[in-house]
């Protein structure tokens, strides 16, 4: 593996806080969306208070200490060190369409304002084909100009994502995010892509964030583009290393963390030397409650880049959303298992 700046605890790397200097000051919120997304109606997330300001850890429920390990060094970057220094002033989002009915594509648009380019979910599961295309064709109609983008999250094999994404390329793609599981299928559905002359480039997320090797889809050659998240990537220096080291166009996009994270991608987007497609960080307008005030959601099609560190939270939004003592004791063991997997070199 190439080298990648390294993870707090590591022999190199910068200081690991203990657990109580972690948890000093944490503040455990659940936030509720507008529609499900990611199959759920609530995102549950630990605010950290670290001497540099605010930071967030919020690895989704499922993941086990390896992977939020890596969300945890995200969190130590934003709260004690600070994030490196901008190169540009706002960055440009896609509004994200979940996997809605085509009826109800307008309204999820309008909570966006003014937008270039949308991404799309699709491959929803229990959903159809049909049901992704009526999805698009309401998106392409209603912005005809748009860079569209669709995200399938690996849910085709690579049969029907040749088929999909004939069909959807009908509409223009900008590109196809993840349409199938890991990284041989996504090299095998370049090929197949390109013998049929259908004009899809292909993202990779989840062969990025998941994959022991963040690099290991580039270096296959499997995708034209890679998606980059500062919390499952580690933090906004090593997820722009990644991106260089890559050579490919990058888009950054969001854990889908609240505003304390988002200013994070938005860090990371006005850190990078080059930024040639639109990020997918427009997600605070998908919930309900934000802690932030103002949230740090888009406006005109673009966010402000943070500067070096997170935007505090409005204390009474953060009363608003404060989850209950139990869901704190599961973020303070969430947090000291991530942290002794980093301690552990
Ligand atoms: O990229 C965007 O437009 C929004 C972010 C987004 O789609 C995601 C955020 C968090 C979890 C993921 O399931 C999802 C993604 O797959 O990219
Ligand atoms: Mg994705």
């Known amino acids: 593996m190439a080298t990648l700046p390294s993870l707090p605890g590591a022999p190199d790397g910068p200081p690991l806080p203990s657990v109580d200097e972690l948890l000093a000051g944490a503040v455990a919120v659940e936030l509720p969306m507008r529609v499900r997304f990611r199959g759920t109606q609530l995102r549950r997330a630990l605010l950290l208070r670290g001497p540099h300001g605010w930071a967030e850890f919020s690895p989704f429920p499922e993941y086990g200490p390896d992977e939020a390990s890596r969300w945890l060094a995200a969190a130590i970057e934003a709260g004690w060190q600070g994030w490196p220094e901008p190169v540009r002033d706002t960055v440009p989002v896609n509004a994200t369409v979940p996997a809605v009915a085509a009826a109800d594509v307008p309204a999820v648009l309008a909570r966006y304002g003014e937008v270039s380019a949308v991404k799309v979910k699709v491959a929803e599961p229990g959903q159809s084909v049909e049901d992704d295309l009526a999805r698009v064709a309401a998106v392409r109609a209603a912005l005809p100009e748009a860079a569209l983008r669709?995200?399938?999250?690996?849910?085709?094999?690579?049969?029907?994502?040749?088929?999909?994404?004939?069909?959807?390329?009908?509409?223009?793609?900008?590109?196809?995010?993840?349409?199938?599981?890991?990284?041989?299928?996504m090299a095998r559905l370049r090929g197949a892509l390109a013998a049929a002359d259908i004009p899809v480039?292909?993202?990779?997320?989840?062969?990025v964030r998941k994959e022991t090797d963040p690099l290991a889809v580039a270096a296959s050659g499997a995708a034209d583009l890679i998606v980059v998240k500062v919390q499952p990537l580690g933090g906004v220096r090593?997820?722009?290393?990644?991106?260089?080291?890559?050579?490919?166009?990058?888009?950054?996009?969001?854990a889908l963390d609240t505003s304390v994270g988002i200013a994070g991608g938005a860090a990371l987007a006005?850190?990078?030397?080059?930024?040639?497609?639109?990020?997918?960080?427009?997600?605070?307008?998908?919930?309900?409650?934000?802690?932030?005030?103002?949230?740090?959601?888009p406006h005109h099609g673009v966010l402000p880049a943070p500067g070096r560190r997170a935007p505090a939270p409005e204390p009474t939004r953060l009363d608003r959303v404060r989850a209950d003592e139990a869901q704190a004791r599961w973020w303070a063991q969430r947090v000291s298992a991530a942290r002794a997997v980093l301690a552990g070199g």
Do not use: K, M
Not at 201 to 207: N, T, Y
Not at 270 to 297: I, Q
């Open 150 to 185: 669709v995200d399938a999250n690996a849910g085709w094999d690579v049969p029907t994502a040749t088929t999909a994404l004939a069909r959807l390329a009908e509409h223009g793609l900008e590109y196809a995010e993840q349409p199938v599981p890991g990284i041989a299928p």
């Open 201 to 207: 480039r292909l993202a990779a997320d989840e062969a």
């Open 238 to 254: 090593r997820a722009a290393a990644i991106v260089l080291e890559s050579g490919l166009d990058a888009v950054v996009s969001s």
């Open 270 to 297: 006005a850190h990078l030397p080059a930024l040639p497609h639109a990020c997918g960080l427009g997600t605070a307008a998908l919930f309900e409650a934000d802690v932030c005030d103002p949230s740090w959601r």
